[in-house]
T-cell receptor, first 114, second 112 residues
Framework: TQLLEQSPQFLSIQEGENLTVYCNSS?????LQWYRQEPGEGPVLLVT?????EVKKLKRLTFQFGDARKDSSLHITAAQPGDTGLYLC??????????????FGQGTILTVHP | DVKVTQSSRYLVKRTGEKVFLECVQD?????MFWYRQDPGLGLRLIYF???????EKGDIPEGYSVSREKKERFSLILESASTNQTSMYLC???????????FGPGTRLTVT
């Protein structure tokens, strides 16, 4: 069974603080996606990282893929109340009979208080 | 932009009813997926399809079936709804170039 351990499960912070969410696995992924989901809505893709060691920035969000492509992190600088939501990481295994199935982390519920 | 739509945002059904959830994508993707999402359990894969009329069981297929008659449409069927199938149902479509899944807005199903 391929697992993707995501931590922390809950994060409650004040506006302006920084935070980091982690995804770890013993499996190697061909790519890793980060999604953000608001209550009552479907997950929305934020970013895909593909290359080991890759770093991508999306405004105040920084995503990193581990060198061995087994782990990833999401760092948010100066969090704002609009960042509140559920953050999901998901790893993909390319080719074979994977058919693009993703392994999802359990999610991190982020609450940013004004 | 990829657009994935689901037939209903909210649905209330009675125990024993047959329930159809429909999903349509407009990007000519071959692979489509159905998940359910429950607090504390994350997203769990019910079924997926990699081509028209082709389907594969996911991790929790019991009590569900699917239909893929056209490439753009993937339907989830609850043969006889039960209360433990009350959940958020999410459909997704996959771009195989980067293995990115694009989700619909979800259907909140309540079975009473």
């Amino acid at each position: 069974t391929q697992l993707l351990e995501q931590s922390p499960q809950f994060l409650s912070i004040q506006e302006g603080e920084n935070l980091t969410v982690y995804c770890n696995s013993s499996s190697v992924f061909s790519s890793l996606q980060w999604y953000r989901q608001e209550p009552g809505e479907g997950p929305v893709l934020l970013v895909t990282v593909v290359t080991g060691g890759e770093v991508k920035k999306l405004k105040r969000l920084t995503f990193q893929f581990g060198d061995a492509r087994k782990d990833s992190s999401l760092h948010i600088t100066a969090a704002q109340p609009g960042d509140t939501g559920l953050y999901l990481c998901a790893g993909a295994h390319a080719g074979g009979t994977s058919y693009g199935k993703l392994t999802f982390g359990q999610g991190t519920i982020l609450t940013v208080h004004p | 932009d990829v657009k994935v739509t689901q037939s209903s945002r909210y649905l209330v059904k009675r125990t024993g009813e047959k329930v159809f959830l429909e999903c349509v994508q407009d990007m000519d993707h071959e692979n489509m997926f159905w998940y359910r999402q429950d607090p504390g359990l994350g997203l769990r894969l019910i079924y997926f399809s990699y081509d028209v009329k082709m389907k594969e069981k996911g991790d929790i297929p019991e009590g569900y079936s699917v239909s893929r008659e056209k490439k753009e449409r993937f339907s989830l069927i609850l043969e006889s709804a039960s209360t433990n199938q009350t959940s958020m149902y999410l459909c997704a479509s996959l771009t195989t170039s980067r293995y990115e899944q694009y989700f619909g807005p979800g259907t909140r199903l309540t079975v009473t």
